[in-house]
């Protein structure tokens, strides 16, 4: 027998050209075990060592059940006295006993691995512990299959057969156990007759039969702890449960939570029930389509089913019927396999409450949330919001995820349960309750978002309307959001994205516009213009169509002054242009004030100085009457960037030091950074270098500690900028720019890359440094494709510089082009170049 073992095993390892230490290290066993068992020496292999052999010889079907039975015999084979331990081998078959209850083995069974692996050992007849394993998880996740599969792959290890039973714990009808215990006492010979009254009785004749028996038993479908816990055996009798909850209370048990099959897996599982071929001739779509399945091997195996039975579809052309949510549980339909069924059993055995919960969660849409939202959308008690949400996840149509950034546990559907969730929606609960519903819940979200949004420190865009009231009721939330401001946001960031639309399509127009504008700060705050982007342009378009003209112009301006970071500076003037027409239109000057500001900020910094200045006076007078100091200390500051650019550098820095005075006394740290890093360039340009050095160093320090990362990366450019002044402190200055770049760079921020980019090559440039050129020749290119004249002119002069090292005669060329741009902004730095090209202002362009 020994001998037998040994060939099979020496024979399948040549097959895969695996020495036996290859062979070894991939089993995780050693290399002597295995040239004793090919020897047929020494005892059998066991049976947790047989698993790891068979799985690193890729073994599967009729090979893996071979190589099981024959390993099995030897196993039992050298422990003598265990006669009735002997696995069945297919050389010499054993009385098979007359109770083999398992239903029949998915022949296309894919994936689990780990699950199995873990079932192994539970179940393994030397295993010490408790043999019981309870297999849990939402409908349709495949417990059922993974417990029949387990038992057959495992059955050599149960010669005195497997018990079933269907528990029907899910369902309106389940099973009495009573019934269940008499039925598996019938398969074990006991006559009907004989059959003892009642549960109790019954459940102890069954462990008296089972004693010292290799038997499995398998209840599938259990509604809880009192289902299971009467047909528990004695110990040592191997038992799998499956269940939608994982009943962890069971003695000894050992929990399998399964989730869906990852993508690979559920491809494969799709090419073996719609065919290999078909499959792998559209890879792509395969995979969509097990996406939009969720990889739930049901839904999968439907889907498999239904392309099988229509050899003219395309897998293509079945994602098409899928793509629309409200069709897509009709289309993963198959005779009488359907996901529907499943959910709709779950959903049966739910309150009222719950089920009402359970439609308006996946109306609403987020792909998580936190505790509360439940209770909100019910118009319900924080306590009563917690009840439900255990219920459903009892229920297994909800599932528990990772605390949040925030430190909030977050729940979420899966997405074939979130659209069930939405039918019912449709189905059971009207537009109007519905809608009232969301304003609940989204008002929750927008007190949060004010409670986290106070506390950021980075107040500049002012486009929250605090006159529209929001609040929420648990306390426990609005501490996190207070305590964790940064952290609040960056949890609730998807979900906020989601709220916006759904608020302006359900006319919720204030809120929406609310919700944006809260945002808006916080999207700035971490470089996140896309969010900030999308926010605004739906909240503008839902004020527009209702007619909300402050909601519109103040959208406006937000859209305006987003663009501005995403380095459009045209379309940027045309938002805020509109914006503060429409402000001054309906009456608004506050708002008409904040526009202006944007736009003089923007002028400034394409060059266009007189416009600037001009525009920034008026909002700075503005933004003083209408009595917000933060954004006039704000717009003092960047005109003292105008004033600087302009060459009326002491002007700058009274400017701008009168900025300072204001944010510091409105202890607004974020304003104060920002005019900490304004004072320090003007500092630099007045050659105060150690007093622009200590506030530039303050700037980026304020900006960390409020989390502006990129407030932190500018502020480290000016400082660069400023270091750079000092020849001795060249290394510092680059190492300073370096890190600014690294920031922009993380943050994408291609505005500030390039801007740094063109710092670096200036000091390169001075020092002859030859990596100038092409670092300089880099960011001509981004503000040509920018349109940015007075940072093209810039680079030009620096590009000449490097021209000049090497008597390149093109300098004059550059220098020449530089003048141009310059004159044509009339900036200070023209004449300066006049002189150095030797012509007098006012006449013919030089050569």
Not at 112 to 126: I, N
Not at 188 to 199: Q, R
Not at 749 to 761: F, I, Q
């Amino acid at each position: 027998m020994g001998d037998a073992f040994g060939a099979l095993l020496r024979s399948h390892r040549l097959r895969l050209r695996l020495t036996q230490e290859a062979l070894a290290e991939r089993a995780g066993i050693s290399s002597r075990s295995i040239a004793e068992l090919e020897r047929g020496r020494g005892r059998g292999p066991r049976p947790r060592s047989l698993e790891q052999l068979a799985t690193a010889l890729d073994l599967d079907g009729q090979e893996r059940e071979r190589f099981f039975a024959a390993g099995d015999a030897l196993f039992w084979a050298s422990r003598a006295g265990r006669p009735h331990r002997t696995p069945p081998v297919e050389d010499a078959p054993a009385a098979a006993p007359t109770w083999r209850q398992l239903p029949p083995d998915l022949p296309d069974f894919v994936g689990r691995d780990e699950e199995l692996a873990l079932l192994a050992a539970v179940l393994d007849p030397l295993n010490d512990n408790a043999r019981l394993a309870v297999l849990s998880g939402p409908p349709g996740v495949g417990k059922t299959a993974l417990a029949v599969h387990a038992g057959h792959r495992f059955s050599s290890w149960f010669p005195d057969g497997h018990l079933y039973a269907a528990l029907r714990g899910a369902t309106a009808d389940p099973a009495d156990i009573a019934e269940v215990l008499a039925q598996w006492l019938r398969a074990l010979g006991v006559h009907g007759s004989a059959l003892p009254a009642g549960a109790d009785a019954r459940a102890a004749l069954l462990r008296d039969r089972l004693a010292a028996r290799q038997v499995l038993l398998v209840a599938d479908d259990a509604g809880g702890y009192r289902q299971v816990e009467q047909l528990l055996p004695a110990k040592g009798v191997a038992v799998v449960v499956t269940s939608r909850l994982p009943l962890t209370g069971l003695p000894g048990v050992t929990s399998v939570d399964l989730r869906p099959l990852p993508g690979p897996t559920a491809v494969r599982l799709l090419s073996r029930v719609a065919g290999e071929d078909r499959v792998r001739a559209e890879p792509a779509a395969a995979n969509e389509l097990v996406s939009a399945c969720g990889g739930l091997p049901l839904a999968v195996r439907i889907a498999g089913a239904r392309l099988a039975a229509r050899p003219h579809w395309t897998v293509e052309s079945f994602n098409e019927r899928l793509a629309d949510e409200r069709r897509r549980l009709d289309e993963l339909r198959h005779g009488d396999l359907a996901v529907r069924p499943g959910l709709g059993l779950a959903l049966r055995g739910l309150t009222p409450a719950a089920a009402r919960a359970f439609a308006l969660l996946g109306e609403l849409g987020v792909p998580s949330f936190p505790e509360w939202c439940v209770a909100a959308l019910l118009g319900a008690d924080p306590a009563v919001g917690a009840t439900v949400l255990e219920e459903l996840l009892d229920a297994r149509l909800v599932e528990a995820v990772s605390p949040d950034q925030a430190g909030q546990p977050r729940y979420r559907f899966h997405d074939i349960t979130r659209i069930y969730a939405r039918e019912r929606r449709e189905a059971e609960i009207d537009q109007a309750e519905w809608t009232a519903a969301l304003a609940r819940v989204a008002a929750g979200w927008l007190a949060l978002a004010r409670q986290a949004h106070d506390r950021l420190d980075c107040l500049r865009l002012h486009l929250d309307d605090r006159d529209h009231a929001a609040d929420v009721t648990d306390q426990r939330a609005r501490a996190v959001a207070a305590e964790r401001p940064v952290e609040w946001f960056e949890a609730e960031r998807e979900a906020l994205a989601v709220l916006v639309p759904a608020c302006a399509e359900a006319g919720l127009t204030a809120t929406a516009r609310c919700l944006a504008g809260c945002g808006a700060d916080f999207y700035e705050l971490r470089g996140y213009y896309d969010d900030w982007q999308r926010a605004v342009s739906v909240a503008r378009a839902a004020c527009r169509q209702a007619g909300d003209r402050p909601g519109e112009a103040t959208m406006l301006r937000g859209l305006g002054s987003c663009l501005i970071e995403l380095d459009d500076p045209d379309a940027a003037l045309a938002a805020l242009r509109q914006a503060q027409a429409l402000a001054e239109e309906i009456g608004d000057p506050a708002c008409a004030a904040l526009a202006g500001k944007e736009i003089g900020f923007t002028l400034g910094i394409t060059g266009r100085l007189q416009e600037a200045e001009a525009e920034l006076r008026t909002a700075v007078e503005g933004l003083g009457q209408a009595d917000l100091p933060l954004a006039m200390a704000i717009a003092l500051t960047s005109l003292g960037f105008v004033l600087r650019e302009r060459g009326e550098t002491a002007a700058a820095v009274e400017v701008v030091d009168s900025a300072l005075t204001v944010a510091r006394s409105c202890g607004a740290r974020f304003t104060e950074a920002y005019a900490l890093r304004g004072l320090a360039g003007a500092l630099r340009a007045c050659h105060r270098i150690e007093e622009a050095e200590r506030a530039a160093r303050a700037a980026a320090t304020l900006f960390e500690q409020v989390g502006d990362l990129i407030g932190a990366a500018q502020s480290l450019r000016v400082l660069g900028e400023t270091l750079a002044h000092e020849p001795h402190r060249v290394d510092e200055a680059e190492q300073a720019l370096a890190a600014a770049a690294a920031l922009f760079r993380d943050q994408g921020h291609r505005w500030g890359l390039a801007l740094t980019e063109l710092s670096l090559g200036e000091i390169e440039a001075r020092h002859g440094d030859p990596r100038a050129a092409e670092r300089l020749r880099r960011s001509l290119r981004y503000w040509t494709d920018e349109q940015v004249p007075a940072l093209q002119a810039r680079t030009l002069v620096a590009l000449a510089t490097t021209a000049e090292q090497r008597d390149d005669p093109a300098a004059r060329e550059l220098l020449g082009r530089a003048y141009e741009l310059y004159r044509a902004l009339e900036a200070p730095a023209a004449a300066q170049l006049a002189t150095r090209l030797g012509i007098f202002e006012g006449t013919a362009s030089p050569a």
